[in-house]
């Protein structure tokens, strides 16, 4: 069974700081699409990323990047000198035929 | 974006009654998708079309029922609403021969007293 696990529930930073956001997730499926999405207070879901399960490159896209390793079962999120704006919480999701999100990160970042 | 739109955006209702929750895209992806989110567990999927004549139950079907009415609309019934039910829920709308990106409405929010 499909099975998306964020296991840091909350993380709190100081802007400027870096943070990663971790993703591990579970399928017996060789085709797959991860993602990550940002929900932040206003509570919209915003899409960020998407990954097939055959592209391991690494991704950068501005102060984002993202690091799939399939070895690891893991796609994690990471900001860098990270900002205000950035308090959300984020979802991690997986898809094969059905999506599975994981329980969310809250990230919290004070000036 | 997908210009997903749901309606009504908030509702409170009592346990027992009918409700149905709408949902329409304007971008003429194949798939919708309706989900919940409760605090702690993150999304949920309920069910899922990937065209007018292919419903899917998800994770959580148990209590709800839907209907693809057009290829643009999705809605989501709750026959006899509980307060368990209640919960922000959303629609979701994306396409490709895979599970591709979806794009989210901007929720409702159900409040089952």
């Known amino acids: 069974a499909q099975k998306v696990t964020q296991a840091q529930t909350e993380i709190s930073v100081v802007e400027k700081e870096d943070v990663t956001l971790d993703c591990v997730y579970e399928?017996?499926?060789?085709?797959?699409?991860l993602f990550w999405y940002k929900q932040p207070p206003s509570g919209e879901l915003v899409f960020l990323i998407r990954?097939?399960?055959?592209?391991?490159q690494n991704e950068i896209s501005g102060r984002y990047s993202w690091n799939f390793q399939k070895s690891t079962s893991s796609f994690n999120f990471t900001i860098t000198a990270s900002q205000v704006v950035d308090s959300a919480v984020y979802f991690c999701?997986?898809?094969?035929?059905?999506?599975?999100f994981g329980a969310g990160t809250r990230l919290t970042v004070k000036p | 974006d997908a210009d997903v739109t749901q309606t009504p955006r908030n509702r409170i209702t009592k346990t027992g009654k009918r409700i149905m929750l709408e949902c329409s895209q304007t971008?003429?992806?194949?798939?919708m998708y309706w989900y919940r989110q409760d605090p702690g567990l993150g999304l949920r999927l309920i069910y899922y079309s990937f065209d007018v004549k292919d419903i899917n139950k998800g994770e959580i079907s148990d209590g709800y029922s839907v209907s693809r009415q057009a290829q643009a609309k999705f809605s989501l019934s709750l026959e006899s609403a509980i307060p368990n039910q209640t919960a922000l829920y959303f629609c979701?709308?994306?396409?490709?021969?895979?599970?591709?990106?979806?794009?989210f409405g901007p929720g409702t929010r159900l409040t089952v007293l």
């Open positions: 979701a709308a994306g396409g490709g021969e895979v599970i591709d990106t979806q794009y």
């Open positions: 990954r097939n399960s055959f592209d391991e």
């Open positions: 999701a997986l898809s094969d035929r059905d999506m599975r």
């Open positions: 971008k003429g992806h194949d798939r």
């Open positions: 399928t017996r499926d060789t085709t797959y699409y």
